[in-house]
């Protein structure tokens, strides 16, 4: 059975970190590029981060660039996210996909229209 789930979010005062998590299983993430994406209500999805199977390269969106980074556990098949000094405009649903079209990712953050499989989501919120 092919599974794609994220894991690890909750709610977190400003300033705070979490790592969330992507895993699969029935197929293997280090075949293709990976992304991280999250969407508020009543927000349009954007492109979080990406970490490329081909060369280990990752991008950020400028708004995380410092604070979020993004890796592989091969031997788990999962992606992780590491998210520090979280701030309130950092509350959304994160979700991660894989682009079945390529290992690499593009330059700039991952756009939603190139990921072809999802997970659910998992919750992230960042409030005093």
């Known amino acids: 059975q092919v599974q794609f789930v994220e894991s690890g979010g909750g709610s977190v005062q400003p300033g705070g970190s979490l790592r969330i998590a992507c895993a699969a299983s029935g197929f293997f993430l280090d075949y293709y590029a990976v992304g991280w994406f999250r969407q508020a209500p009543g927000k349009e999805r954007e492109g979080v981060s990406c970490?490329?199977?081909?060369?280990?390269?990752?991008v950020y969106a400028d708004s995380v660039k410092g604070r979020f980074t993004i890796s592989r556990d091969k031997a788990k098949n999962v992606v992780y996210l590491q998210m520090n000094s979280l701030e309130p405009e950092d509350t959304a649903v994160y979700y991660c996909?894989?682009?079945?079209?390529?290992?690499?990712?593009?330059?700039?953050?991952?756009?939603?229209?190139?990921?072809?499989?999802w997970g659910p989501g998992t919750q992230v919120t960042v409030s005093s």
């Open positions: 996909a894989a682009n079945l079209m390529r290992r690499s990712c593009q330059r700039g953050p991952p756009l939603t229209y190139e990921y072809d499989y």
């Open positions: 970490s490329s199977a081909s060369d280990g390269s990752t």
